[in-house]
């Protein structure tokens, strides 16, 4: 049996989970075989159902809408941790790493998929990490440099 989609009432395979014209989730198929889909009695679909809420699809997804906060993110405190490692040993890598997360935490924040008091943390955590990674950079030119001056034993 076909399933006919609820938004653009286009047919699609009884085995489709979206349907093939807008990409529109489609209702599963009613058990054992039945011809009765619920939620589409007079062409109604049913409140409650999941597949006509919003985000369906990812198995109950959480994402928030824009500008709402979102969820608990910690990348930026992440960022800021190996920023401060970061400077302590003078490694490049987690400097870069630190400003690769401080920069996808601002992101998330902006698309609202992150919350906004972490603004901080983030910038400290991308500023911080691009610091780092000059002054280590510098760092190794020096040591380099002190090394060719100095007399070999």
């Avoid at 989730?25 to 049913?46: D, E, I, K, R, T």
Wanted: proline share 10%.
């Amino acid at each position: 049996m076909e399933k006919i989609c609820q938004h653009c009432n286009q047919p699609n395979p009884s085995d489709a989970a979206f349907c093939r014209k807008c990409a529109s989730p489609l209702p599963p198929s009613a058990p054992g075989g039945g011809h009765h889909q619920p939620g589409n009695v007079h062409g109604n679909p049913a409140p409650n159902q999941p597949w006509n809420q919003p985000n369906y699809g990812g198995g109950g997804s959480n994402f928030a809408q824009p500008g709402s906060g979102g969820g608990n993110s910690q990348r930026g405190l992440f960022a800021v941790i190996l920023m401060g490692a970061g400077f302590l040993l003078c490694c490049t890598p987690l400097g870069l790493v630190a400003a690769v997360l401080g920069w996808l935490e601002m992101t998330a924040i902006r698309e609202g998929r992150a919350p906004k008091d972490g603004m901080v943390m983030a910038q400290i955590g991308l500023w911080g990490g691009i610091g780092v990674t000059i002054l280590s950079i510098i760092g190794y030119f020096f040591v380099f440099a002190l090394g060719l001056l100095s007399p070999g034993y």
